[in-house]
């Protein structure tokens, strides 16, 4: 079982940035697919970004240009560096895990991870 664990969370104004982190607990960490989804209050979870065992990156339309997620394998750390920040945003974010192989297609949906972390609360105020 995956442990994941989210931090970086906070409240900023519109137009700022925040990076995320999500650290792991796994020995096969590198392996892994690992994703980012969000949920605002009254509404369902939904797809932010993942990025694939081998680092390459996809994106919600609503994200792409302004957000970036990145992995370190060595310290089994996933990040979401968030830019140009709307209040639309706020949410609170979750990173989620799953094995992998390497022809694995982009996982978008929260039914495709196995592990979740804890999640963390980003606010944007206008």
């Known amino acids: 079982q995956v442990q994941l664990r989210e931090s970086g969370g906070g409240v900023v104004q519109a137009g700022d940035s925040l990076r995320l982190s999500c650290a792991a607990s796994?020995?096969?960490?590198?392996?892994?697919?690992l994703g980012w989804f969000r949920q605002a209050p009254g509404k369902e979870r939904e797809f932010v970004a993942t990025?694939?065992?081998?680092?390459?990156?996809y994106y919600a339309d609503s994200v792409n240009n302004r957000f970036t997620v990145s992995r370190d394998n060595a310290k089994k750390t996933v990040y979401l560096q968030m830019n140009s920040l709307k209040p639309e945003d706020t949410a609170v974010y979750y990173c989620?895990?799953?094995?992998?192989?390497?022809?694995?297609?982009?996982?978008?949906?929260?039914?495709?991870?196995?592990?979740w972390g804890q999640g963390t609360q980003v606010t944007v105020s206008s």
């Open positions: 796994r020995r096969t960490f590198s392996r892994d697919a």
């Open positions: 990025i694939s065992r081998t680092g390459s990156p």
């Open positions: 989620a895990a799953r094995d992998s192989i390497l022809t694995a297609p982009y996982y978008t949906s929260d039914s495709d991870y196995h592990s």
